[in-house]
């Protein structure tokens, strides 16, 4: 709750900043900065390595590892300090199944790989995830995340990843253990591979300058081209191929109409 407090405040300072009104910009800035520092000193746990799930009622945290410490990533609120060490206690065999990050790791009290909040896969809360490790720029740790989603939706009917899935550790030649009654499609489930192809990618827009930019992108490992078609900005239009060279990533044009320009940032 407080992380996506933080980065609605800190959109209201981007907008208020683009109709040149820098002082109201700056409150919310300001709002946003003491949210991050009263947020990081109470729900910090340095013997956890992460942010603790929430406060009960008395205000004492309630010391449990859970998925949410990466939508503190996804929103920006997160001290750059901690990021490393939040990255590695995500990835962790506890959290990480191999199908994706469950939403509460093996090594909790609560964990339930049947649960519906207390251990299970949802493809949408890793898309997020995924899209914070990308924000710091830990995009090889996104794209294990993808790999481990693609290959679950090798196991569903026309590859449409579920609303969520069990949280049972992954197994060579075994599918994930389905969720009884997940729904198939799910709008938010529908958008998570796409959200994690941009966080790979780095994929951005720059509508004025009519560019496409690439920042370090990114590919799982069992990816080693991808062909974009028909990608548009203003009046123009590219064909994209992503491919593998060494450990890096090379974006190449075959096809562009009008102005627009594809960029790769390294």
């Known amino acids: 709750m ?18 040149a009104d820098s002082d109201k910009a700056a409150v919310f800035r300001e709002k946003a900065s003491a949210l ?4 990081d000193g109470t ?25 949410t410490a990466g939508h503190v990533l996804f929103t920006g609120l997160a001290r750059q300090e901690r990021v490393a060490r939040l990255v590695e206690t995500l990835m962790a065999p506890p959290s990480l199944s191999g199908w994706g990050i469950r939403t509460i790791p093996t090594t909790e009290v609560r964990y339930n790989p049947m649960s519906y909040h207390n251990g299970s896969v949802s493809p949408h809360d890793n898309a997020l995830i995924a899209a914070g490790f990308a924000r710091y720029g ?14 679950a939706s090798t196991y569903v009917d026309l590859r449409r990843l579920p609303e969520l899935f069990c949280g049972f550790p992954r197994r060579p030649a075994q599918g994930p253990t389905f969720y009884p009654v997940a729904c ?16 790979c990618l ?5 509508p004025q300058a009519e560019q496409i930019l690439f920042a370090e992108p990114t590919l799982p490992y069992d990816l080693d081209e991808l062909l ?5 900005v203003c009046g123009g239009e590219a064909d994209i191929l992503l491919r593998r060279s060494g450990r890096k990533v090379v974006v190449d044009v075959p096809h562009r109409t009008g102005n627009v320009r594809v960029l790769s940032l390294i």
């Open 43 to 67: 729900f910090f746990d340095e013997a956890l390595g992460t942010y603790v799930l929430a406060l009960d009622g008395d205000k004492r945290p309630c010391r449990v590892r859970s998925s």
């Open 138 to 151: 830990f995009r090889t740790e996104a794209a294990r995340i993808f790999e481990g989603l693609t290959a």
């Open 184 to 199: 198939i499609p799910q709008a938010w489930a529908a958008a998570a591979p796409l959200f994690l192809l941009q966080s």
């Open 36 to 39: 991050q520092e009263r947020f």
């Open 2 to 19: 407080q992380a996506y407090v933080y980065g609605a405040w800190m959109a209201a300072a981007t907008m208020l900043d683009s109709f």
């Open 228 to 232: 974009i078609r028909h990608m548009r």
């Open 202 to 206: 780095g994929l951005s827009f720059d």
